[in-house]
């Protein structure tokens, strides 16, 4: 049995992580953006860097749980125009790892949530710029945002977000093209964070495994949700998890 004594010291650390484990479940089945309310507190308590590596093995596990339920609500032009952006963003962060010191990780991750969130209350208050959002650009910047913020801190939840409302997607073109983008860009990260950020160990995998029942109710708690709540009000939903877990990182 590997080792956890680094990671595991008191009772607070395993209800944070199977917490965190929920809340990813949920989050990628439909309770959209809930994962940031655990990112901050896994980042708090474990380390900003060091947290990454333990979130992102769950994270691949239930990309796989929502691809296989929406997989025919992904709406994959979206998906196409963020993508090769999104990897340039993941080198970005790699290079600014090397100039930023690991406990300002968190300052970086709030700072690119929160840029998020400034383009997320424009939009609702303007209402839909059909011009802008169809820009050559808009696609791209948001693509390189959520891949630099997903690589620094598996935080690319709250741009992902603001980027689909801003297309107006219903909630199950919301969800279902969210949960392909995220399954193809984290295991994209997955030999970045092996090799190059070591951060990723057999003893992170175990405490991984130990979460998969966590992970697998979190999902059957989001795939109910989506069912049951309106349209309008799961868009003010993610709107206010994403407000509440950029707060979070700031304090």
Partial sequence: MPDISLWMNSPYDWVLLMVCALFIGMSKTG???ITMLAIPLMAINFGAKPSTGLILPMLCFSDIIAVIYYRRAAEWRYIFKLLP??????FLAIAVDKLIPADEFRRLMAVCI??????????ERKGVNSKMFSAWWYAPLFGLMGGFTTMIGN????????????MRLPKYSFVGTSAWFFLVVNYLKLPLQIFVWDNISWTTLYLNALT???MLIGAALGIY????????TYRVFIIVVTVLSTLILFV
Avoid at 114 to 123: E, H, I, N, Q, R
Avoid at 225 to 232: H, L, N, Q, R
């Fill in 85 to 90: 952006s999104a990897i340039v963003g993941f």
């Fill in 155 to 166: 935080a690319a939840g709250a741009v992902m977000s603001v980027y689909l409302l801003s």
């Fill in 225 to 232: 949700f989506v069912k049951k709540v309106a349209e309008k």
């Fill in 114 to 123: 929160f840029l998020g969130l400034a383009v997320m209350f424009w939009t």
């Fill in 31 to 33: 309770i959209q953006g």
């Fill in 212 to 214: 998969i029942p966590f």
